[in-house]
């Protein structure tokens, strides 16, 4: 299988604060949802998160509009992501406004290849059961009705990344 570049932007933060996640079974899409269509790096989300009184960014990955998937938390930790939902889930953060702008194609795939890698590494089947949408679970736009729409076509590409 065709494993997804990581970029490591090294975030500060204190790790010992973090709690190790005991249980993995879906995973969360979310989108910025900034008033602007913009691009946040995960080194700017992690200062605003710190901003907020938080340890560090709440997601394990931010994936820019360039494609390049930039590690936020250590994936193996509790998120702060999905309200009543993070200590089972990992939480991955595309960064747009996707009520008003689109995903990028590099965007969307470099989703489905990350859900290929992540589903794989946990054990988890590829489908819209273990791969949902922040609005999924609580009342939120997020992540957006562009990206929202898509979710069928990413878990089926994700499908696609697997079996490479
Ligand atoms: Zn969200």
């Given amino acids: 299988m065709e494993r997804v570049h990581l970029k490591d932007l090294h975030l500060t ?7 190790t996640r005991g249980v993995t079974d879906q995973i969360v899409i979310h989108h910025t949802g900034n008033p602007t269509d913009d691009d946040m790096s995960a080194t700017e989300i992690n200062a605003s ?22 590690q936020g938390r250590p994936h193996w930790t509790i998120g ?5 939902h993070n200590s089972h889930t990992i939480g991955i953060h595309v960064c747009g406004n996707f009520e008003i702008g689109e995903p990028t ?8 290849m990350l859900l290929a890698n992540l589903c794989t590494d946990y054990g988890l089947t590829i ?21 929202y729409a898509m979710m069928d076509t990413i878990v089926g590409k994700a499908n696609f990344y697997a079996k490479q």
């Fill in 127 to 147: 489908d819209r059961d273990h791969i949902v949408g922040h609005r999924e679970l609580m009342s939120t736009a997020c992540p957006g009705k562009n990206l």
């Fill in 105 to 112: 194609s590099e965007q969307i795939e470099s989703l489905a």
């Fill in 80 to 84: 702060a992501h999905a309200y009543g």
């Fill in 13 to 19: 933060y204190d790790a010992g604060n973090l709690k």
């Fill in 49 to 70: 998160h710190q901003g907020q009184g938080w340890t560090c960014i709440g997601y394990h990955y931010v994936i820019r509009k360039d494609g390049m998937v930039e």
